[in-house]
Structure formats: C-alpha cells, structure tokens
C-alpha cells in the first residue's frame, strides 16, 4: 500500500519535470532561431546561450540539464533547434559550433547549482558567468581540435562574443534575482 502512494505522489512531479525540460528545450530553440553570422568566425553570435543559463538558473541542474541534452537529442535527430547557421542533424555537434553545444548541458547544470544557493546579486551573476564561461570552454576547445592553433580557436571562438556575452550575463542575473525562488524551483 505504501509503495502505490508514494509512485502516485512522485508521477505528477517526474512528469511536471518532464514537462518543465521539455519548455526548457524549445526555450533554447527559439532562443537559437535568432542568430546572428559574424565576420571571422564560423560560429554566428545567438540567444541560446543566454537561454541555456536562464534554464539551468530557473529549472536547477537536473532539470536543467535533462533540457539541454533534450535540445542536442531534438537537434540531432534533425529537427530544426539549432541555430539557422551551419550544418544539418548530428552533423553540427561535429563541425565548428559543436563544442559549444556539447557544453550546454554542463552549463546548464552548473548555472543551476550556483543558483540553488541563493539568488544574491553575487550569485545571480556568478551564475550566468559559469555557465557562458563553460559554453566558450567546450567550443574553443573543438575550435582548437578543429584548427590546430590556440590563438585562432580563441580569435574566432571566444574574442568576438565577448561583449555580448557580458550583457547576457547582466540581462540573466536581473531576470535570474526577479524569478528564482530557490524553496520552489524543480531540482
């Protein structure tokens, strides 16, 4: 009798997080739709990785990062999630922005960690700061499997994103102290 009780009290919550990954997924792939190509590299600028962090943030890690593996698993297959920049299906986790998608997942994952503890003005923008610095780990370093050179995987992979990526960062934390509630977030 216990056992049927507590599988009718953790269904409802396996599915709202089912639901909540899955809203996560399609936030990243419209977030991905807007892109934008940039001279010098093959990897255009986009809102995803703002989307990755405010999903780890808002959902928690495993929540979050059971979106993002959603996301590579839909983009894989060959729906059109990723980016309107590059190549098709699978194929892209291999070519020049593989590395930073590989990495949503982890980013999303540690955004939500950092965010568990407390949505202070320091975490709130510590925890943006990881994930995005996560996302330009994993794709400077398939950048620099890819080109054989340091300097150019870092001139084409992280240099030009800069400068946006700082405003995500501020744009997630505010978005990040308004919405998370650390006693109601699916963790």
Same mark, same amino acid.
Request: net charge positive; glycine share 10%; aromatic share 6%.
């Given at each position: 009798?216990?056992?049927?009780?507590?599988?009718?009290?953790?269904?409802?919550?396996?599915?709202?997080?089912?639901?909540?990954?899955?809203?996560?997924?399609?936030?990243?792939?419209?977030?991905?739709?807007?892109?934008?190509?940039?001279?010098?590299?093959?990897?255009?600028?986009?809102? !995803?990785? +703002?989307?990755?962090?405010?999903? $780890?943030? &808002? %959902?928690?890690?495993? /929540?979050? *990062? #059971?979106?993002?593996?959603?996301?590579?698993?839909?983009g894989a297959v060959g729906l059109p999630v990723?980016?309107p920049v590059g190549l098709p299906g699978a !194929?892209? +986790?291999?070519?020049?922005?593989? $590395?930073? &998608? %590989?990495?949503?997942? /982890?980013? *999303? #994952?540690?955004?939500?960690?950092?965010?568990?503890?407390?949505?202070?003005?320091?975490?709130?923008?510590?925890?943006?700061?990881?994930?995005?610095?996560?996302?330009?780990?994993?794709?400077?370093?398939?950048? &620099?499997?890819?080109?054989?050179?340091?300097?150019?995987?870092?001139?084409?992979?992280?240099?030009?994103?800069?400068?946006?990526?700082?405003?995500?960062?501020?744009?997630?934390?505010?978005?990040?102290?308004?919405?998370?509630?650390?006693?109601?977030?699916?963790?």
């Open positions: 009798m216990m056992l049927a009780s507590s599988r009718a009290v953790a269904l409802p919550a396996l599915r709202s997080r089912a639901l909540a990954a899955l809203a996560g997924a399609l936030a990243v792939a419209l977030a991905a739709q807007v892109a934008v190509p940039l001279p010098g590299t093959p990897v255009p600028m986009s809102l !995803a990785p +703002l989307a990755v962090v405010l999903v $780890g943030g &808002l %959902l928690g890690a495993r /929540v979050g *990062a #059971a979106a993002l593996v959603t996301y590579l698993v839909m990723f980016a !194929a892209r +986790l291999f070519g020049p922005t593989g $590395g930073y &998608l %590989l990495a949503y997942p /982890v980013a *999303a #994952a540690l955004s939500g960690a950092v965010t568990a503890r407390g949505a202070s003005w320091p975490r709130a923008l510590l925890s943006p700061a990881v994930g995005i610095a996560t996302i330009y780990a994993g794709g400077v370093a398939q950048l &620099l499997v890819l080109t054989g050179s340091a300097s150019l995987a870092a001139a084409m992979g992280a240099a030009p994103f800069v400068a946006g990526d700082v405003l995500k960062v501020g744009v997630a934390a505010l978005l990040l102290r308004r919405f998370v509630n650390p006693s109601r977030a699916l963790r």
